[in-house]
């Protein structure tokens, strides 16, 4: 046991680790949040001792509910147990705190089987006045001394953190005025002497400082984003106008992603109050927008939008404008509470799981009293930071925004929030070149004009069409010419390449795979020659693929005949798109998110079939070639009893011992079971081989299924993350693009790219997006088994066999 969970858990530190367990030096803080914080890792590190002494810790919900927060709950308690600690709920948020009694519940593993799909808290959640009271706050702590209880995970919003860190420092005052008062002993006070408490930012507001994402607010950008999907039709049908009214308080995160994922034609959000006279601006940009051929209008607007003066912008103040001014026939859609309902996003569970098992970990590393934490993420990062810094720097942005301080509260909303927030604004004031002055189009950057040419490579994945698209309209507007190549490789041999125009892309966003077309045929010795005869053909002075595996390949290729060709001496660039996730360079591709919500819920599905005493354990199996990233994500967000991928080695032992594991836990009533295999995790120990192999052992006891989930993973519409990554995505490629060709210009005005750095792929790795040149990646790739050698979420994998209950010696964790 100890040396498993040294194996997961790094001690507080400021210590950076690759998955791989090497130690790199911390990088300049690029971290939105300059609140000094420790990164927590579940990778192999020297660590903390199993803690057998007796610890006890509570968790709880409160203030808003948020979808995730079970996750958490779940996370919390499984990574207790696991670790001898003994665990409790608490029902009804700080409430059952006040009250005691059955609201606080010693929690089994099993008391949180069944929750990781479910939206809201299972354990409830609630405002609770009491508990603003002193008094209310004494019974608080006698319900947790006499229960031993000294140590808190709070799962909840700003308010909620701020009452806990109260709760902590009247602590001491508090168990003094208990013992006096006779009502705990001596002893019972010497036991919990201090609190120690973390809390998780569980809010779809994503209003906290110190986290980049707090739990719930990727499951209600699903909610808008099928919002809006729904009213574009109907809109379109009718040529409405819609106003869509969405939560966040006084933080505009939700629509600010919303606007940017739904094409929004105009968003309002607290933090920019638009200048005055906004109303004729909103309505000339929507006017612009409709004589382009858009048959709808929409725009976002959040529940705490204002104007300069902090006067309320309101849904049916701009409904009014919009019928007054343009005419518009125009509707308001107040989304209300549905975005904080439904199941959790796939990561959203994931976030929520990780975060839990970092809570537990602070908890146990803690050798006594430490300072109150709270639990982030940076990047793809879980961080331990100081967390009344973080409710402290919180408040400031409101006492900033009541004051009318707008540049100050975005200041502190951080980096990737105004990052964003520029990205809207670039995609607000990049009009339809048609309707533009000319001088509106070349204004922002005064370059010679080139010829780009745009084409997808390899299987179709969900943000195909938002990035080109995007990029297609970004580059429109700077005034290049945009060619769109049909079919990759094969539609520039044939011909197959249409000059884009502004309406050529519109809705595309909102649609999965690829509507340029797209295969996975790359250039041969055979057809370089002919290719290069079309790029000259065509002047093509750029060419951006976006694409799997074999766009990256593709683009090698290319540049290393650049000695051979001078077609190919133009900037190459590739963005990664495709579900699997494999391509080098980038932690996601755009697909992969849409693929791993799809995973997530058929896994859900099957867990329903398996309902009502039917005893099944499941084998489902994912895409993903050599890479076994769904199936492991799916594995934590679905809550899968194990994870076969190539990347870790695996025996005919370790399918028999999770086959007697499985056939224990149905013994002990477990009613279903859940393992996924990724399809090329062994060429032998095939899904049909574990399925009959586990019918076999499981006999009298489970019976098994297997569910070969397809091309269904391509998923259907894209989520919020893949829309939204494919605009954040064409961004930088648009300013690569022109970067590279500007600059290469030779004494003829002629690209003429050769040096490594005009040919790259975009990565995103943490939260920056860099062009890192095909040279560098090449050396970190497996062309074999087309993967890259070091995938970041490797490190997560301890964590399926954790919150599935494996004994120790069940972790394998040998990687190839
Ligand atoms: N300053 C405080 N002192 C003591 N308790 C507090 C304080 N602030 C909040 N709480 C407790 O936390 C509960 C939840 O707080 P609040 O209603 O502000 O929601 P929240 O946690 O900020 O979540 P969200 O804003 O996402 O809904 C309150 O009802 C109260 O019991
Ligand atoms: O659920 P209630 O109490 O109506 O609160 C609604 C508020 O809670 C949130 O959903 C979460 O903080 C906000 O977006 C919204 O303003
Ligand atoms: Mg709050």
Known sequence: MQQL??????????????SNGREREPEPSESDHPLVGEQISFTRAPSITPREDGRCLAVFTSGGDAQGMNSALRAVVRMAIFSGVRVFAVREGYKG?????????????ASVSNILHKGGTVVGTARCKEFREREGRLKAAENLVQRGINNLVVIGGDGSLTGANLFKKEWEGLLAE?????????????????????????????????????????????????????LTSTAASHQRSFVLE???????????????????????????????????SMCYQIAQCRDAGRRHSLVIVSEGAVDSENRPITSEQI????????????????????????KPSAYDRIISARMGAAAVITLLNAEGEIPPKMIGVQGNVIMQLPLMDCVTKTRAIDTAMKTCEFKQALELRGRSFKRNMELLRRLESCRNPECGSEEDILSPTPVRRFKF??????????GMNSCNRACIRLLLYKGHTVLGVGNGFSGLLDDDITEMSWDSVTNWAAEGGSNLGTNRIKPTAHTLPEIAAKFGEHHIEGLLIVGGFEAYHSLIILEENRKLYTAFRIPLLG??????????????????DTALNTIVSSCDILRQSAQGNRKRVFVVETMGGYCGYLATMAALAGGADAAYIFEEKFTISDIQRDADYLVGKFKDGLERGLLLRNEKCNENFTTTFITELLSEQGKGVFICRDSLLGHLQQGDAPTPYDRILGVQYAAHTVDFLQK?????????????????????????????????????LAKDTDFEHRIPTHQWWMSLRPLIAIFAKHKEHDFRGETR
Not at 5 to 16: A, N
Not at 455 to 462: C, H, L, S
Not at 742 to 768: F, Y
């Open 453 to 462: 040419a745009i084409m997808n490579v390899g299987a179709p994945a969900a």
């Open 246 to 280: 969405v939560m966040g308080r006084h933080c505009g995160y939700l629509a600010l992603m919303a606007g940017i994922a739904g094409c929004a034609d105009a968003v309002f959000i607290p933090e920019r109050p638009p200048n005055p006279g906004w109303e004729d």
């Open 5 to 18: 969970i040294s194996r997961l858990l790094s001690p507080p530190g400021r210590r950076f680790l690759y």
């Open 319 to 342: 409904r009014d404008i919009l019928q007054a001014k343009l005419g518009h026939d125009t509707r308001i859609t107040v989304l209300g509470h549905v975005q904080r309902g439904g």
């Open 178 to 230: 208990l013992e006096e008062a006779g009502r705990l002993t001596r002893s019972q006070v010497e036991k919990c002497k201090y609190l120690n408490i973390v809390g998780l930012v569980g809010s779809i507001d994503n209003d906290m400082c110190g986290t980049d994402m707090t739990i719930g607010t990727d499951s209600a950008l699903h909610r808008i984003i099928e919002a809006v999907d729904c």
């Open 97 to 109: 705190l006040v009250e005691g009694g059955k609201h606080i519940e010693e929690f089994r593993w």
């Open 575 to 592: 963005v990664a798109a495709t579900i699997s996730n494999n391509v080098p360079g980038t932690e996601y591709s755009l697909g992969c």
């Open 740 to 776: 590279h060709a500007q600059e290469n210009l030779n004494s003829r005005d002629k690209v003429r790219a050769e040096n490594a750095e005009s040919a790259c792929m975009i990565g995103l790795q943490g939260t920056k997006f860099q062009a890192i040149p095909l040279q560098k």
